[in-house]
């Protein structure tokens, strides 16, 4: 079964760091893309950023742009997104997810819906002093 999992998380005072790994669980993260998201309590998935599995190219939502980094390490098969200076609006549980199409990432950053229906536990990340 489809199965991403999700680490890094934790309790992080405003404009510290905290870096989330994204490790696929019993096969290859042979999808064309991979994304990020996050969920605040009573919101939607919102997309943070995708890498392209054929190129390495990125892209983030507007809202983390210059603050966080998402890279890929295919020996171990592991997705990380690095954030720094974080903010209390980034409080949310995150979450991974593989993506068809990375030309459809450019929407899910800009805050179109992504229809997943396997998410995964996710990773909490609360920013708070």
């Known amino acids: 079964q489809l199965q991403f999992v999700e680490s890094g998380g934790g309790l992080v005072q405003p404009g510290g760091s905290l870096r989330l790994s994204c490790a696929a669980s019993?096969?290859?993260?042979?999808?064309?893309?991979i994304g990020w998201f996050r969920q605040a309590p009573g919101k939607e998935h919102e997309g943070v950023s995708c890498i392209s599995s054929s190129d390495g190219s990125t892209i983030y939502a507007d809202s983390v742009k210059g603050r966080f980094t998402i890279s890929r390490d295919n020996a171990k098969n592991t997705v990380y997104l690095q954030m720094n200076s974080l903010k209390p609006e980034d409080t949310a549980v995150y979450y991974c997810?593989?993506?068809?199409?990375?030309?459809?990432?450019?929407?899910?950053?800009?805050?179109?819906?992504?229809?997943?229906?396997?998410w995964g536990q996710g990773t909490q990340v609360t920013v708070s002093s």
């Open positions: 019993g096969f290859s993260l042979d999808y064309d893309a």
């Open positions: 997810a593989p993506i068809e199409t990375y030309y459809y990432c450019s929407g899910y950053v800009s805050g179109g819906l992504y229809e997943y229906d396997y």
